[in-house]
């Protein structure tokens, strides 16, 4: 018997992903003066679908778009945060590193153009069921500190931005 096997990729244009992003007022503001702003995001399932809370099982990953877009030239070069934390505030996966991998840094952004920042957070084995939060952000990688954000979507004292959807962790059937 001879068994034909077909593997189909969907890619997504830069506009097509665009129009699937929750949109947010955040704002993050540079030493140097340099304003970049978190225009919204996006949660994926595993079927590479944009879904709007998302649901997945200890052990799992969470698979976040990020839309950024510095309104001048920023002079250094900063590290993103991608946080999940769960009920109590507990860290229960991440993923730090400059955006798109370190492949385009802050420092080479072109003022207004949208930068498209795709991350998987990893979430701990004994991660607990129930709701959890991402947070995001950026800090220096020189000395760890936060960069201040502001607007609606922002808490100033921590220095993050809270994304509106929850991620549901529960035990999911095969």
Known sequence: VYKR????LRYHTPRYLEQERMSLDARLE?????VIRLLGYSLRDDMGRAVEGL???PGGEVRLTLYWQAESRVAGEYVVFCHLLDGTGWLRGQQDNPPRRGTFPTSAWTPGETVIDVYQIPLAADT???????EVGMYDPVDGQRIPVQGLDSDPEQRRILLRDVVTVQRIEP
């Not at 096997?5 to 189909?8: A, D, G, K, N, S």
């Open 55 to 57: 649901e997945t099982a």
């Open 128 to 134: 607990p069921l129930g709701e959890a939060l991402i």
């Open 30 to 34: 540079t030493q140097s003066g340099a």
């Open 5 to 8: 096997q077909v593997l189909l």
